[in-house]
């Protein structure tokens, strides 16, 4: 039994992280009341490629550094910033001792991904992982899917995709051959003011509104 996961708003709360990073960056730079809502506000919650968000923010507070400098400091500080809630790492050892091979599949830059898949501790409760970035394909392409099933010494071939995206994790789970669970977290996003994506055009064959919740409907499979 195959679980490949979606890594960013699935098993770690990156938006949380990035608020982090936003309240740290700001006030070390000085940039006044109100800069930190606005980074939190311009990345949309990862949506916006980063490198058209640095070049934004290098506008916004005239900054002297080029966008793709102020891009890696970014990498190489983010993934200390990202927290896994424990509850999610036992879960995942719990699938993994009921039988579940576990994997994660995720868009990013290969150093900031693999650096978040390590300071979170995930990197000892999955089997493998596969990183956009790394492999030069991005989900919702089902190769991707296929390599991190790989990397995990499994096929697709009956296993389920948990992720919070509905193009990239729902409509390309599906893709792939995948059943999926979705984490909506619309009233989520809505709660900390954000705009809510719309729901998948492809149904889910689960919805949940937590990572958490998506390994008990796994467990419950096993």
């Keep these: 039994m195959l ?18 990073w936003a309240a740290a ?20 919650d990862g949506s916006v490629p980063m490198e058209a968000f640095f070049a934004r923010v290098r506008e916004r507070f005239g900054l002297p550094e080029p966008a793709a400098e102020l891009w890696r400091a970014y990498r190489a500080r983010l993934p200390h910033l990202v927290r896994c809630r424990p509850e999610v790492l036992s879960g995942l050892d719990r699938l993994r001792a009921a039988g579940w091979t576990v994997g994660i599949v995720t868009n990013g830059a290969a150093d900031n991904q693999t650096g978040k898949i390590q300071h979170s501790g995930l990197a000892t409760r999955v089997d493998g992982w596969a990183i956009s970035a790394a492999e030069g394909i991005r989900k919702p392409d089902a190769r991707l899917f296929a390599l991190a099933a790989a990397r995990c010494g499994r096929s697709l071939d009956g296993g389920w995709m948990v992720g919070d995206d509905a193009v990239n994790d729902v409509a390309g789970g599906h893709g792939a051959g995948l059943r999926t669970i979705w984490i909506d977290r619309r009233e989520e996003l809505a709660r900390r003011g954000l705009e809510p994506p719309p729901p998948p055009a492809s149904p889910p064959d689960r919805v949940v509104h937590d990572v958490v919740a998506a390994i008990g409907l796994l467990l419950d499979l096993a």
């Design 25 to 44: 960056f700001a006030a070390e730079r000085g940039l006044g009341a109100g800069a930190a809502a606005w980074l939190v506000a311009a990345d949309a």
């Design 3 to 20: 679980a490949l996961f979606d890594l960013d708003n699935t098993l770690i709360d990156r938006l949380a992280a990035f608020e982090r």
